[in-house]
């Protein structure tokens, strides 16, 4: 009934087949020919013919209220499609826990919203059981985490490298030999540390300090577990926190010693009264990937993100 509206609104605005033909490049019969098939679908005549200039009849009023409905309609979708393709509108969901959250975000999303304003952006912190069932059923674009997520599920986009640290309080008895393993706070911002000039501690010589780790099933604690198991001994655990920067706050108030990401070391100011070491194998090396549904929809936004994400830091 509306496939030819815009041929029928134009008749409608001059008032006249011939002139709206000359505005439409076609010619009067194949115009006249197109209205007259609209007017027998509806059963009702749109123009009076018999009026000079032509008039509208009482269902062609009712048709051109209609269509100019349309056209409006027609218009917001063509803005909104405009506007999410420039990205002057449109969300974006991203899931982290603590650590990403406060230290590893912020920096991505700043960029992201100097760059589209207009985009609005939702944190969402938790633990990667809560992350990853809200990435499953769509509640979130993206989850940044370092727990390798199901691959047949979802998809994922690399954004660095990671490496786990010891952080042992400095009141603790440590052999003196172990000296020349210690690592300055600078050397694990700048990431030196990780030339093999470096070398790594052997961490069966802290089997008998207190030690703080995460709560079971966090993959630091993981890691943890597997690096003293592999050293031949069983952490004396006298805490078990949820976070990483809980349990580096605990450290640093001289309680025990803590795993502790080089993510978080570099990103937070050196504690004076913390030694720092590197440890060997490959538990102590992880990657941390923004995981997506698999064939879920990318957004522009989601496109963007992930673009963004991948360029190199302004050395600025």
């Known amino acids: 009934?509306?496939?030819?509206?815009?041929?029928?609104y134009e008749v409608y605005l001059e008032k006249s087949f011939s002139k709206a033909a000359q505005n439409l490049y076609i010619s009067q019969p194949s115009l006249s020919a197109r209205v007259k098939k609209v007017e027998e679908r509806i059963g009702f005549p749109l123009f009076d013919r018999s009026t000079s200039p032509l008039q509208l009849t009482e269902v062609g009023e009712v048709y051109i209220e209609a269509a100019e409905e349309i056209f409006k309609i027609e218009q917001r979708v063509e803005n909104y499609i405009n506007n999410l393709s420039t990205l002057?509108?449109?969300s974006l969901s991203i899931g982290a826990s603590n650590l990403f959250a406060a230290y590893?975000?912020?920096?991505?999303?700043?960029?992201?919203?100097?760059?589209?304003?207009?985009?609005?952006?939702?944190?969402?912190?938790?633990n990667t059981t809560q992350l990853e069932s809200m990435l499953s059923n769509n509640s979130l674009d993206f989850v940044i985490d370092n727990?390798?997520?199901?691959?047949?599920?979802?998809?994922?986009?690399?954004y660095c490298k990671e490496n786990i640290l010891l952080a042992v309080p400095k009141n603790l008895p440590v052999e003196e030999s172990l000296k020349q393993y210690r690592l300055t706070h600078e050397s694990i911002k700048n990431k030196s540390y990780l030339n093999h000039t470096y070398p790594t501690v052997p961490l069966e010589a802290f089997s008998s300090l207190p030690?703080?780790?995460?709560?079971?099933?966090?993959d630091t604690r993981i890691r943890g577990d597997r690096l003293c198991r592999e050293a031949g001994f069983h952490p004396n655990i006298i805490l078990e926190l949820n976070q990483q920067s809980t349990a580096y706050m605990a450290a640093s108030t001289q309680?025990?010693?803590?795993?502790?990401?080089?993510?978080?070391?570099?990103?937070?100011p050196s504690f004076e009264n913390l030694d720092y070491y590197k440890l060997d194998g490959s538990s102590a090396n992880r990657?941390?990937?923004?995981?997506?549904?698999?064939?879920k929809?990318?957004?522009?936004?989601?496109?963007?993100?992930?673009?963004?994400?991948?360029?190199?830091?302004d050395p600025s």
């Not at 780790?213 to 966090?218: D, K």
């Not at 309680?255 to 080089?262: E, H, K, P, Q, R």
């Not at 929809?297 to 830091?313: G, I």
């Open 1 to 8: 009934m509306f496939t030819w509206k815009k041929y029928i």
């Open 88 to 90: 002057k509108i449109g």
């Open 104 to 126: 590893v975000l912020p920096p991505l999303i700043t960029d992201f919203k100097q760059k589209f304003p207009d985009v609005h952006i939702q944190i969402t912190e938790g």
């Open 147 to 158: 727990y390798h997520y199901d691959r047949t599920l979802y998809s994922k986009e690399l």
């Open 211 to 218: 030690f703080i780790m995460l709560t079971p099933g966090n």
């Open 255 to 268: 309680l025990g010693a803590t795993f502790i990401s080089d993510m978080l070391v570099s990103q937070l």
């Open 287 to 295: 990657q941390v990937f923004f995981y997506y549904k698999n064939h």
């Open 297 to 313: 929809y990318k957004t522009r936004a989601m496109e963007e993100f992930l673009t963004m994400m991948h360029m190199p830091a």
